[in-house]
């Protein structure tokens, strides 16, 4: 087991601490390894904060247009759920590398729970917007036709 007392990368230590165990691989190999699972990892967190983008700027319309408050609170408890599972994956240091598929899962559900406050809100707004579109007015009678006009087609005012 490889130990130190000050913070450092075990990319710098690869001999002392990932060959220990991984005996097969080479230091190629374990350098690949790490940079695919933390490519992977930061794209996943990518996603993440995409949809929690998108959500934030969902509460800016969603305000503006004067959403209530019960709908905006039930968007910021989804908003709190995706939060918290982005930023516990992104405050730590080897998550690419410890627990993967936890932090997989974890971010998979931030980005649905912010999903799921854009729908809470956009539905909010559209409720809005149908409730205050106003009522369809009958439409206007069609003016009459001179007789011989081919509907449609423009009136001509008689000579005198």
């Known amino acids: 087991m490889f130990t130190s007392h000050w913070q450092s990368n075990p990319r710098m230590y690869i001999k002392e601490t990932c060959l220990q165990c991984h005996q097969a691989w080479d ?5 690949y390894l790490l940079d695919g699972m933390v490519n992977h990892y930061q794209g996943k967190v990518r996603h993440a904060e995409f949809w929690l983008v998108q959500l934030i700027d969902q509460f800016q319309v969603a305000q503006a247009v004067g959403i ?8 910021r408890a989804k908003h709190d ?4 599972n982005w930023e ?8 690419a590398f410890h627990n993967l598929d936890q932090a ?4 998979a559900k931030s980005a649905a729970a ?13 409720a809005k917007a149908s409730a205050a579109a106003p009522a369809p007015q009958p439409a206007a009678p069609a003016p009459a036709q001179k007789s011989g006009a081919a509907p449609g087609a423009p009136q001509v005012a008689a000579a005198r």
């Open 88 to 95: 516990w994956w992104t405050a730590s240091n080897g998550s």
């Open 81 to 84: 759920e995706a939060h918290a």
């Open 27 to 31: 230091e190629k190999q374990v350098r």
């Open 114 to 126: 912010s999903q799921a406050g854009i729908k809470i809100l956009q539905d909010a707004i559209k």
């Open 68 to 75: 209530d408050a019960a709908a905006l609170n039930e968007a």
């Open 104 to 107: 997989k899962e974890s971010l």
